[in-house]
């Protein structure tokens, strides 16, 4: 039964761990599966608007190119010839007023040679190999696209929180084209060459990076808090459940004791009842002999005297078990506890002043409880009883040997103290001495305290053992009033 309570409690945390952990991990993923898409989403709308601004910046150059410089060159010329100088130097500051401003790091012009015909760069001018692919389907599909280039990746960037100038460029292709078509049914000009310009947007494209860190940031931070609080719920859920196994297993157990403790009340009671009457007879008997025969013959007195001592010691023996196993309801009348310790000591006074024992008392009368007289007397005269015994083991000690007996009475509680000045409660012992059949000594049932732990409990009252403060044993019994 204990290792089935156990295993079950320990499945239940571990459905509970399992689905903790689950829980975070669904949570993370999710976070992680937002962030990527917010952050994509930022980066892919700033660059929508990088383009958008782009084509605009390349319609504009080919308008300005167009009208500040092929136009004039033509009629002025007759025909563009970049190699001449002073067409070049026209050329070039249309170019540099048009891209004022606008981060734009070099232009270049491809002809239909795929050589570099202009750039603001002077030493790419007549280089060829430098045309790729979209430069190519650009003069001949007359296309525009763009290439985004980043020389620090995008982890690199999200690392590297101050990135240098042209960290991240936007390099733009655009046919260049007449505004006019020279030739009929050509409504969209013809085709000169290809414009392509690059542009430093790395100060934009590091604003959708500080977007992607607080994106980051913020899911981190919250999965961190969710982590700290799931492992407090899941610690906290399992000292519960530890703490829930370990109270069942303890009323297990102390079930598990009372069912043997039943039994063996039962056993016993039935052995003690078919004892006590023959024993009766054989005490009442020897009792009889014992006076016929106390002055005539000394060894017959002596067998008779032992075979009584040892009826009477037997006979208690049996009641302490009958008492145990079939405790009777107490009685409800009002009983002054000052007569019952009075009658008990009285009882007990022959006993203290054969082992030299000092009886203090601190009480008067008025201690009125509710209950059954007969058990209050009888579990008052087994605490004093064993308060005695401990007293006569205890007598070679150099302490003068005393019982106090205090009591008082108010409003809330009737408390009575016993304390005596012997050895005290062993510590290791002191949990189990109410325990049934559970003694420190050579002959004893160990039934003393467990029916006055019976008897006190019957009565609605609280029993306590612990050690003096100076020395010796207390034990506290604590009635409700009457």
Not at 146 to 167: A, E, H, Y
Not at 239 to 250: G, H, L
Not at 309 to 316: A, V
Not at 441 to 457: P, Q
Request: aromatic share 8%; hydrophobic share 40%; net charge neutral.
């Amino acid at each position: 039964m204990k290792k089935s309570a156990r295993s079950e409690g320990d499945q239940y945390l571990g459905l509970v761990k399992f689905l903790s952990w689950s829980s975070l991990a669904l949570i993370l993923l999710v976070n992680l599966f937002l962030s990527i898409f917010l952050s994509n989403y930022a980066r892919q709308d700033v660059l929508s608007k990088q383009k958008e601004f782009a084509l605009l910046l390349a319609e504009n150059l080919n308008h300005q190119i167009y009208q500040r410089f092929t136009l004039p060159t033509v009629i002025g010329f007759g025909r563009v010839e970049l190699s001449q100088p002073a067409q070049y130097d026209r050329l070039e500051k249309t170019v540099l007023s048009t891209i004022h401003s606008f981060h734009v790091s070099e232009v270049r012009i491809y002809d239909f040679d795929k050589r570099v015909s202009f750039s603001t760069d002077k030493e790419l001018v007549g280089q060829t190999g430098y045309a790729g692919t979209a430069i190519l389907e650009s003069l001949e599909q007359g296309t525009s696209s763009f290439q985004l280039v980043s020389r620090t990746g995008m982890l690199g960037g999200i690392l590297d929180f101050n990135p240098k100038p042209d960290s991240v460029i936007l390099r733009t292709i655009y046919p260049l084209r007449t505004e006019r078509s020279l030739v009929p049914g050509n409504p969209q000009g013809f085709i000169m060459g290809v414009l392509e310009f690059t542009q430093d947007i790395t100060t934009d494209y590091q604003k959708v990076v500080d977007f992607q860190r607080i994106i980051i940031g913020t899911s981190l931070a919250s999965s961190i808090l969710l982590f700290i609080m799931l492992r407090i719920i899941i610690s906290r859920a399992g000292r519960i459940n530890a703490q829930r196994i370990q109270e069942r297993e303890q009323l297990e157990r102390e079930l598990q004791q009372q069912e043997k403790l039943a039994g063996m009340g039962r056993m016993v009671a039935g052995i003690a009842h078919e004892i006590r009457n023959p024993l009766g007879i054989i005490r009442s008997t020897a009792e009889l002999l014992l006076k016929r025969n106390k002055e005539t013959d000394g060894v017959n007195a002596r067998l008779l005297s032992a075979i009584f001592d040892e009826s009477k010691r037997l006979s208690k023996t049996v009641g302490d078990f009958l008492d145990y196993a079939r405790p009777k309801a107490p009685k409800q009348e009002v009983v002054d506890l000052a007569v019952t310790l009075d009658q008990a000591l009285v009882f007990l006074e022959a006993k203290c002043e054969e082992l030299g024992v000092a009886v203090t008392k601190d009480y008067s009368a008025g201690l009125n409880v509710r209950g059954d007289k007969d058990l209050l007397y009888r579990a008052v005269y087994n605490v004093l009883s064993n308060a005695l015994d401990s007293l006569a083991e205890d007598r070679e000690k150099a302490r003068p040997a005393a019982i106090a007996v205090a009591a008082t009475a108010d409003a809330t509680a009737v408390t009575l103290a016993i304390t005596d000045s012997g050895p005290g409660f062993c510590p290791e012992n002191k949990d189990r001495l109410l325990d049934p059949f559970f003694t420190t000594k050579d002959a004893g049932t160990g039934l003393g305290l467990a029916i006055v732990r019976n008897i006190v409990e019957s009565h609605n009252a609280a029993l306590s053992l612990e050690n003096a403060p100076d020395a010796g044993a207390r034990v506290t019994m604590t009635f409700p009033p009457a």
